[in-house]
């Protein structure tokens, strides 16, 4: 795990976990007419990094389904810009 705003720029730092949080949607999963089990889950993790350069970014992800067809395309980073942490001891 890098911070991309430092790998862009070539600078190195130290990334730390900030938490995660995850959508709460309400989803089952369902056999489809074939016996295949489908998990649609439309909830979306979203996992924080904090890096020791006063970068903020997350990681948006969505579990894809076993059957195949519910691919994990929201995986994306997103950052917040320069915001920092807050001030480390
Ligand atoms: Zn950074
Ligand atoms: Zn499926």
Redesign the pocket.
Same mark, same amino acid.
């Given at each position: 795990m890098k911070c991309p705003a430092c790998e862009a720029k070539g600078l190195s730092s130290r990334v730390s976990d900030g938490g995660r949080t995850r959508t709460l949607l309400g989803w089952r999963p369902y056999f489809d007419e074939a016996g295949v089990e =489908? =998990? =649609?889950d439309p909830n979306r993790q979203h996992r924080i990094y904090f890096c020791s350069n006063g970068h903020s970014f997350e990681i948006i992800s969505r579990p894809a389904?076993p059957?195949g067809?519910?691919p994990n395309e929201l995986a994306q980073t997103r950052m917040f810009g320069a915001t920092e942490p807050g001030p480390r001891t």
């Open positions: =489908h =998990h =649609h389904c059957a067809d519910y």
